[in-house]
């Protein structure tokens, strides 16, 4: 198992569940000392992101870019893959696509977390999985183009109305034509919606692809309630290789944040641990 720490250059997300947000040179570099194999990031859009600066980082302090999330679609354009319209469901695939193709430059997966919307009054159920499932079946081919897998990120039910559970994430990916997705469990959203979030890592088994690493309020692992020990003890069983990414909030501060979920990756990932 990978760590990575989150990285927001979308300034009104600061209050969000994100680590570090005063730019990529202060982010790898806070990632780097504190020993993180990769950065989350959570760009603006593509076209706004340097990927060049990015690589020089990378090569900089030898971290990886572990992800790269597409949610500011929604969070500036309110983009969706559920839109009613088709040509805002168009454009919601075209800006999260980009991102694809910008996370392949490095490697990484991009994730469909908030871009995937909801099942918005006068729709029905089946139509809104239908768009959802066309949209992230044209992404994940796109993705498999650049050899990486596409992240479904099923909410907790105050964010969406469409998949709260691995159970549900599971029968939204049958209805795929692709089997390049695959599935980002946010121990955040589990804790509220899975009676067993050990059983619901297990049942997703190698659909796993990543896991946000955070405590039952969001904060830093072991600044909450969550029992990390047979969680940990579950994705080693299903020797989940992937990363461990801290989408939390920055409480105290960023520094705190980081340092105290380094120490926990560290303690439940140590050899004999669990
Ligand atoms: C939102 O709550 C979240 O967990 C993000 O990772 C989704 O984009
Ligand atoms: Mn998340």
Request: proline share 4%; charged share 20%; with cysteine.
């Amino acid at each position: 198992m990978k760590s990575a720490v989150t990285l927001t250059l979308v300034p009104e997300t600061r209050q969000g569940p994100f680590v570090f947000s005063s730019g990529l040179a202060d982010g790898f570099s806070a990632a780097a000392k504190l020993g993180f194999g990769g950065v989350e990031i959570f760009p603006a859009s593509a076209a706004e992101t340097e990927a060049g600066a990015i690589e020089e980082l990378v090569a900089t302090h030898g971290v990886r870019v572990a992800a790269f999330g597409t949610g500011a679609g929604w969070v500036r354009h309110r983009l969706r893959l559920t839109d009613p319209d088709p040509i805002g469901r168009r454009r919601a695939i075209d800006f999260a696509a980009q991102i694809v193709a910008l996370a392949g430059r490095f490697g990484a997966p991009a994730i469909i977390g908030s871009m995937q919307g909801r099942v918005e009054e006068g729709v029905e159920r089946e139509r809104a999985l239908e768009w959802l499932a066309e949209g992230l079946d044209e992404l994940a081919t796109r993705a498999e183009l650049h050899g990486v897998p596409l992240l479904y990120e099923f909410l907790n039910r105050y964010e969406t109305n469409l998949c709260n559970t691995t159970a549900d994430a599971l029968a939204l990916c049958q209805r795929l034509r692709s089997d390049n997705v695959r599935l980002l469990c946010d121990l955040f959203h589990m804790n509220i919606e899975e009676p067993d979030i050990a059983a619901a890592l297990r049942a997703a088994g190698s659909r796993l692809g990543h896991v946000h690493f955070a405590d039952s309020n969001r904060r830093a692992a072991g600044l909450g309630h969550t029992d990390f020990a047979p969680v940990v003890t579950a994705l080693r069983d299903l020797r989940y290789s992937g990363y461990l990414s801290a989408e939390v909030l920055a409480w105290p501060d960023p520094e705190t944040a980081a340092r105290q979920t380094m120490a926990s990756f560290r303690r439940l990932t140590a050899p004999g641990a669990g």
